[in-house]
């Protein structure tokens, strides 16, 4: 089979599915087809990585519901933002594992609900054998994109995420260029230091904030091509909305990144009407990001991205058998 012309990264596990960042939501991905499977990472009291989108988890846990862990709630700042709840680097990887897993937008996803109470926390670890064992009885590659989130906040209470990361990529053999895996961060001081420590594809991650405006500018994209393979920007900053939050003509950012040597990767599409443009469905969508060139999307709905993704491929051999057909087709 060859490999697909834009790789699907299963966002968070199959998380239009199952509750986000469980070993469920990965396997899910997995059996859809996905390229890629996405944790984000963060760190508990004892150094252990383990997959949350944020480090305070009263939204995607039933950490609430534990009167044992009622004196750990707390508020702090991180990043800048002042957070009240109950936070991964104050509970030990034996206290994480008492709870339970939520779905984080059970108006949005009622369905997901059903899996609430069922899941623990997985682990990275836990994360990169599921996806070892899955590559080998599938006989196909199943790469990790993890994520390392709030890196210098964790830095600073003394759990930097680079050596257990760089550990957990070290146990599987998961270190040189050609490793099934990217690291992804929107921060390039941890991303830096990677590229010194370690030779796996990075991503740098972008937001359509002014913060890195510079960044993308044609000198800013050298300068990240020399230590990451992807930029990684959110779908907005390669399809503008408009006005009436419609999409229209790409930015030249997917061509200024190529121009730099970066592939692109864009996050993230998202079947329900609320995350959508106004004027296409998510197959519009993900047919627009393809025709503006990226090399791959994050994606909520990894079958859906599949999807689309392949019928971009059957439009182009389509196209490609009629430019060829008068050549094919001489006579005489
Ligand atoms: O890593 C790609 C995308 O997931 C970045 O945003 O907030 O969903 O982690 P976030
Ligand atoms: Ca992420």
């Known amino acids: 089979m060859d490999p697909r012309p834009v790789t699907v990264f299963a966002h968070r596990g199959a998380s239009g599915y199952r509750p986000e960042h469980t070993i469920e939501a990965y396997r899910l991905a997995i059996e859809m087809g996905a390229d890629v499977i996405e944790p984000d990472l963060v760190s508990t009291r004892d150094g252990v990585l383990v997959a949350r989108h944020e480090n305070e988890i009263s939204g995607t846990t039933d950490v609430a519901d534990h009167p044992e862990l009622a004196d750990r709630r707390t508020t702090k700042v991180v990043d800048g933002v002042s957070v009240t709840g109950w936070f991964t680097e104050d509970l030990t990887l034996a206290e994480l594992r008492t709870l339970h897993t939520r779905e984080r937008l059970p108006s949005v996803r009622p369905g997901n609900t059903l899996y609430d109470g069922l899941y623990p926390v997985p682990t990275f670890d836990e994360i990169l054998d599921l996806a070892r064992i899955e590559a080998v009885r599938r006989g196909r590659v199943i790469a990790v994109a993890p994520e390392t989130k709030h890196p210098s906040h964790f830095a600073s209470l003394g759990l930097d995420l680079t050596p257990p990361l760089l550990a957990s990529l070290e146990r599987v053999g998961w270190t040189g260029a050609d490793a099934p895996v990217a690291v992804q961060s929107f921060e390039s001081g941890n991303l830096r230091e990677l590229r ?33 393979t992807w930029l990684g920007p959110e779908k907005s900053q390669v399809l503008p909305r408009d006005a009436a939050n419609g999409i229209g003509a790409p930015s030249s950012l997917v061509a200024d990144a190529h121009a730099a040597g970066l592939k692109v990767v864009v996050y993230t599409v998202r079947a329900e009407p609320q995350f959508l443009p106004s004027n296409v469905d998510v197959h519009g969508e993900l047919a627009a990001l393809v025709a503006a060139g990226v090399d791959g999307v994050f994606a909520d709905q990894p079958d859906l991205a599949i999807v689309s993704v392949e019928r971009a491929r059957t439009e182009d051999r389509r196209l490609t058998l009629r430019a060829r057909r008068p050549r094919d087709l001489r006579v005489g």
């Open 196 to 228: 010194r420590l370690v030779d796996v594809p990075l991503v740098q991650l972008t937001s359509a904030s002014a913060a890195y405006a510079r960044m993308l500018t044609p000198a800013g994209l050298r300068e990240v091509s020399t230590y990451a």
